[in-house]
């Protein structure tokens, strides 16, 4: 016990001292008044406790609050509290002045609980902000530490692809490229969330083919769905428009997410997409998307909650369905897109899921006669990739191996062997990661455009970070283009085409 407080016979019996960390957690009380284990988060014992314990590390000296009415298992009282913090550590005493109280001050108390309850509230409402802090981060972690292994997965994937096959091994290799995909879009859902939640997520005003569109929801779901005794329809308007400028990127995000959700509520019977077109003006148009299913439906009060963030639809006795995530994602992908969904649903008997989105019509593009190119002689370009890990080399290597475009590479484990590799050749580009194993991307990138003899080097930074802030970080500090991970060997080549031809 420390000394750090002297108390006469008298005042013992009417004060008890308790020693406690930083965080709140109890080393030691005398017990006088109340129990307080030792060990034990003074958090847990009682409310007021609970709104003390976050003033702890921003404490400087002393804090007194009087009139606290206290009620700790059986014990009841009313009590002042004075808080000391000091180089021997922080001390909680607890004056006994029930009696005082009841029989003058009773207003006191109401004073004091409302004070203390205001402060309550801000102390929720900051605890709340770095808990969404805390998440946000979590998740922009975790997105990028996945993205690069799933990125070299992915990656061996799509040159296996390239590879002699037969029909049974093509087909399954197929599969294993959809889940892969299908964790990247999870991936994506998630971080979008987090994004849509901040209001920084942006959309895309690209031209766009809704045949290509459709056509890679039917091979997709056949192939996954195609053993089950539920049958996939899509219906379009034949002469309907195609082409049109928007973002294809959430349209797709849409329909998966509803037709994954109609999938797995449907045992048997069809599951259905129809699409529609609905004029708005000659430049605009509303694209009507129609997903139906008959599965076990949706009871009726619970319907208003399907687009709640992981709300869980109970069937009887059976696991409950997650609609949280997929349903939260189309509901926020719509309104970023400004358009409008529904939902009906019967019980036992099916459920229609209406998406109206607006899109700008695109005139279709005509086919222009193209002329063959004549052979010559062309110059090899050569790049210089700066890439630590073997897998990752391994995939570099297999990927630029009799290449069209006849580029050679050389690969650097660190930014201090790319320097030494650089003072002897020269190269056309360089493609560097965000975190080498001794300098950051943005700090090798300032050193790199510094350098009299580099600096008009173009660099590609290839990253698992999605954030928009990062990504112009990079791109600030000095990089030409980014290309998120996991990514495609086209569009790897496009990038590196785009740069240096």
């Given at each position: ?43 847990t014992l009682h409310p007021f406790f609970e709104a003390l314990q976050l003033l702890l590390p ?367 050749k020269s190269y056309d580009l360089i493609i560097l990661k965000n975190v080498l194993p001794d300098v950051n991307a943005k700090e090798l990138l300032k050193v790199l ?53």
């Amino acid at each position: 016990m420390s000394t750090s407080v002297l108390k006469t016979d008298i005042a013992h019996q009417r004060i008890q001292e308790v020693e406690v960390k930083e965080n709140g957690t109890i080393v030691n009380s005398d017990e006088v008044l109340f129990a307080f284990p030792e060990g034990t988060a003074m958090g847990t014992l009682h409310p007021f406790f609970e709104a003390l314990q976050l003033l702890l590390p921003d404490l400087d000296g002393k804090a007194t609050f009087p009139c606290v009415n206290l009620q700790i298992g059986d014990v009841s009282k009313i009590v002042d509290i004075e808080i000391q913090k000091t180089d021997k550590g922080i001390f909680i005493l607890l004056f006994d002045f029930t009696e005082h109280y009841q029989a003058s001050h009773p207003l006191v108390q109401e004073k004091n609980e409302a004070s203390i309850a205001k402060n309550k509230l801000e102390f929720d409402k900051r605890l709340l902000e770095a808990k969404e802090n805390f998440k946000n981060g979590f998740l922009a972690n975790i997105n990028h530490e996945i993205r690069n292994p799933l990125n070299s997965m992915l990656g061996f994937l799509e040159l296996l692809g390239e590879t002699k096959l037969d029909y049974e091994q093509y087909e399954t290799l197929k599969v294993i490229q959809k889940t892969g995909n299908h964790v990247k879009t999870l991936m994506d859902d998630m971080l979008d969330i987090s994004k849509i939640e901040r209001g920084i997520i942006t959309k895309k005003h690209v031209n766009f083919h809704l045949g290509y569109i459709l056509s890679n929801i039917q091979s997709h779901y056949e192939l996954k769905y195609g053993g089950k005794k539920v049958a996939f329809l899509i219906d379009t308007e034949e002469q309907m428009l195609k082409t049109f400028v928007g973002d294809p990127i959430r349209l797709n995000q849409i329909l998966f997410n509803l037709l994954e959700n109609a999938f797995r509520h449907t045992e048997k019977g069809t599951v259905s997409l129809k699409v529609s077109l609905e004029d708005i003006d000659k430049k605009m148009a509303h694209l009507i998307f129609e997903v139906s299913d008959t599965g076990r439906g949706i009871p009726k009060e619970e319907i208003g909650n399907v687009f709640n963030s992981y709300f869980q639809l109970k069937l009887q006795k059976e696991k409950p369905l997650g609609e949280g995530l997929g349903l939260k994602i189309v509901k926020d992908m719509v309104a970023l897109l400004e358009g409008s969904i529904d939902v009906q649903s019967e019980e036992g008997k099916g459920s229609t899921f209406t998406c109206k989105l607006p899109f700008e019509k695109r005139a279709p593009k005509r086919e222009r006669k193209t002329v063959k190119k004549g052979t010559g002689i062309f110059q090899s370009k050569r790049i210089l990739i700066v890439e630590e890990d073997p897998t990752a080399q391994m995939l570099f290597m297999k990927t630029f191996l009799k290449n069209e475009k006849g580029y050679v590479i050389e690969i650097a484990n660190s930014a201090e062997h790319m320097f030494s590799i650089m003072a002897k050749k020269s190269y056309d580009l360089i493609i560097l990661k965000n975190v080498l194993p001794d300098v950051n991307a943005k700090e090798l990138l300032k050193v790199l455009k510094e350098d009299g003899g580099n600096e008009k080097i173009p660099v590609l930074v290839a990253s698992g970070s999605t954030l928009v802030t990062e990504q112009q970080e990079l791109l600030d500090a000095g990089a030409d283009a980014f290309l998120a991970k996991p990514y495609t060997k086209k569009e790897l080549f496009n990038d590196i085409e785009k740069l240096i031809g």
